[in-house]
């Protein structure tokens, strides 16, 4: 792959977003490596948490506006663009977005399918997409379920970027840090997922995926197999066995 790098290594994959000179724009051949990426995590099970960062100073700007212009980018490549995107929002990892810099249009839908946002004081958040009489992608599904409605809408129809803290106030990301300590930050977090049983955070990723989809009955079904499952569970037994531990 040219346009993305990952490199895995025991429990955490490493995903570099690599146009630089572009602010990591997209182009196809990112988009079919975007969807490459996907196929090798799911090649790598063990991979248990997935970081996704951009290189130089852009998480990513979206689309290669260039590309587009010149015809060279089409429905067929936002299409793929949006199936690598559903595969990591369904995976059975966690994902964290660590947001470097500026984070648009497909950059941030890119981002909203993570499972948690860590950005640097200085990122620029956006949905740009109506300038270019576009419109973004499945981020008209998954920003209002996260944000709300009203402020949803403000960031799809006027196509104005916000300030990490404005997106932090927003609910848009979970954790705005100063530049300078987003390394630190982002080790510290990806320790705190992996001290996690892996079990109970497959299911609970799964059903808090589906709260907004299922009618309450079927949701607790659901929610009460996979409960079963977590009881009956080597890592539930190791769990209890370790606070048991404690107390003696």
Same mark, same amino acid.
């Given at each position: =792959?040219?346009?993305?790098?990952?490199?895995?290594?025991?429990?955490?994959?490493?995903?570099? #977003?690599?146009?630089?000179?572009?602010?990591n724009a997209g182009n196809r051949e990112w988009v079919a490596d975007l969807n490459e990426v996907v196929a090798r995590l799911t090649a790598a099970p063990a991979a248990r948490v997935v970081v996704i960062t951009g290189a130089g100073r852009a998480f990513s700007t979206g689309v290669d506006l260039?590309?587009?212009? !010149? *015809?060279?980018?089409g429905l067929e490549d936002f299409v793929a663009w949006e199936d690598a995107m559903v595969a990591i929002e369904r995976m059975d990892r966690l994902?964290?977005?660590?947001?470097?810099?500026? %984070?648009? *249009? *497909? *950059?941030?839908? /890119? &981002? /909203?399918?993570c499972d948690y946002r860590l950005a640097s004081e200085d990122a620029l958040l956006g /949905?740009?997409?109506?300038?270019? %009489?576009l419109i973004p992608s499945c981020a008209l599904h998954r920003l209002p379920r996260l944000i709300g409605a009203a402020r949803a809408r403000e960031l799809i129809l006027l196509g104005e970027p916000i300030s990490a803290r404005q997106a932090e106030h927003h609910g848009l990301v979970n954790r705005v840090v100063p530049s300078a300590?987003?390394?630190?930050?982002?080790?510290? #977090?990806?320790?705190?997922?992996?001290?996690?049983?892996p079990a109970s955070v497959r299911a609970a990723k799964r059903l808090?995926?589906?709260?907004?989809?299922?009618? /309450?009955? !079927?949701f607790r &079904?659901? =929610?009460?197999a996979a409960f079963e499952a977590c009881l009956a569970s080597d890592e539930h037994r190791q769990a209890m066995e370790a606070i048991?531990?404690?107390?003696?």
């Open positions: =792959m040219r346009t993305i790098r990952l490199q895995i290594d025991g429990p955490v994959a490493r995903v570099t #977003l690599d146009r630089p000179h572009v602010l260039t590309a587009l212009a !010149a *015809g060279n980018f994902f964290i977005a660590s947001i470097n810099g500026h %984070c648009l *249009g *497909g *950059g941030l839908q /890119l &981002a /909203l399918v /949905l740009p997409a109506v300038k270019e %009489c300590e987003l390394p630190r930050a982002l080790d510290a #977090l990806v320790e705190r997922f992996l001290a996690l049983p808090s995926a589906r709260a907004f989809d299922l009618e /309450l009955d !079927a &079904a659901e =929610m009460e048991r531990a404690r107390r003696r």
